[in-house]
């Protein structure tokens, strides 16, 4: 179970491979080794969210490419958007 400090932190246990944790603590500063793991993770965590907001996105382009009305619309827009506005 996790648990809260006064300061927004929580103390966490983890297992971890034993290859892992050697890899590890030959890599991570002495005394540091919770705010670099806090960094990490936070990295990938943003990392997954791009990936997912992209994915989403991707679906959404999917979706719209499906939709002929729409397609009809941006068709007609088309020789606006290639003409010069200088």
Same mark, same amino acid.
Request: glycine share 4%; proline share 1%.
């Given at each position: ?17 034993? @290859?892992?944790?050697? !890899? +590890?603590?030959?890599? *991570?500063?002495? &005394?540091?080794?919770?705010?670099? $793991? ?17 994915? @989403?996105?991707?679906? !959404? +382009?999917?979706?719209? *490419?499906?939709? &002929?009305?729409?397609?009809?619309? $941006? ?12």
């Amino acid at each position: 179970m996790a648990k809260e400090d006064d300061m927004g932190l929580i103390r966490v246990n983890l297992s971890l491979e034993k @290859e892992v944790w050697n !890899a +590890f603590d030959t890599l *991570a500063p002495k &005394r540091c080794k919770s705010r670099f $793991i806090n960094q990490l993770l936070k990295q990938e965590i943003q990392k997954l969210n791009r990936e997912q907001g992209l994915d @989403e996105l991707s679906s !959404a +382009f999917q979706e719209a *490419a499906k939709d &002929r009305k729409r397609l009809a619309t $941006i068709r007609e827009w088309e020789t606006l958007d290639n003409e010069g506005w200088d």
